[in-house]
């Protein structure tokens, strides 16, 4: 059965700083979602990774994927308030099925 | 392009009722699946549909089940209410790699 471990589940960072979040899981994923949550409302997806190596970027987010490691990580560059929200990463033990198994979350808050 | 669905976004419901939702999918996606949000247990997978047939099932019990319709819509029931069911229910709609999720119903069982 998948497990996904995120760290940090917080985390306080100032305006204008670099950071990361580590996305772990425990056996074969054929895809790595992240997905932004803003207090009360639903699920924004982010990126999807799908294959040893990949990287996506949007803005000041990266997302990259590493499945020898099993591990994920969204990068953030010079944070800004508007990026305050829970980031989840989510793994899927693939095929055409669709069943994602979530992280707890990282809640993420930018101060000025 | 039109997004996923949900009706209702808010109920409340009295221990011991039942409750129906509603997720419409995104034209063209086939597969629709639940999931249920709350503070303590986070984000657990409901279960999944495709082309009206149930594909993958959560750890819940029997008292949470589903159906899928011809033209792709979903509808997730619960009976006997609990407490411990209010929580957040969010669906997602899925075609390829993409799942796109719903602005959720938001469930509170008194």
């Known amino acids: 059965e998948l497990k996904v471990e995120q760290n940090p589940l917080f985390l306080s960072m100032q305006e204008g700083k670099n950071y990361t979040i580590y996305c772990n899981y425990s056996?074969?994923?054929?895809?790595l979602y992240w997905y932004r949550q803003d207090p009360g409302k639903s699920l924004e997806s982010l990126f999807v990774l799908l294959s040893n190596g990949a990287v996506k970027q949007e803005g000041r987010l990266m997302a990259s994927l590493d499945t020898k490691a099993r591990l994920s990580t969204l990068h953030i560059t010079a944070a800004v308030h508007d990026l305050s929200a829970t980031y989840f990463c989510?793994?899927?033990?693939?095929?055409?099925?669709?069943?994602?198994?979530f992280g707890k979350g990282t809640l993420l808050t930018v101060n000025p | 392009k039109a997004g996923v669905t949900q009706t209702p976004r808010y109920l409340i419901k009295t221990r011991g009722q039942q409750v129906t939702l509603s997720c419409s999918p995104i034209?063209?996606?086939?597969?629709v699946s639940w999931y249920q949000q709350t503070p303590g247990q986070g984000l657990q997978f409901l279960f999944e549909?495709?082309?009206?047939?149930?594909?993958n099932k959560g750890n819940f019990p029997g008292r949470f089940s589903g159906r899928q319709f011809s033209n792709s819509r979903s509808e997730m029931n619960v009976s006997t209410l609990e407490l411990g069911d209010s929580a957040l229910y969010l669906c997602?709609?899925?075609?390829?790699?993409?799942?796109?999720f719903g602005q959720g119903t938001r469930l509170t069982v008194v």
């Open positions: 997602a709609s899925s075609m390829n790699t993409e799942a796109f």
């Open positions: 989510a793994g899927d033990s693939g095929g055409s099925n669709y069943k994602l198994t």
């Open positions: 549909y495709f082309s009206e047939t149930q594909r």
């Open positions: 056996t074969t994923s054929d895809r």
């Open positions: 034209s063209g996606h086939r597969s």
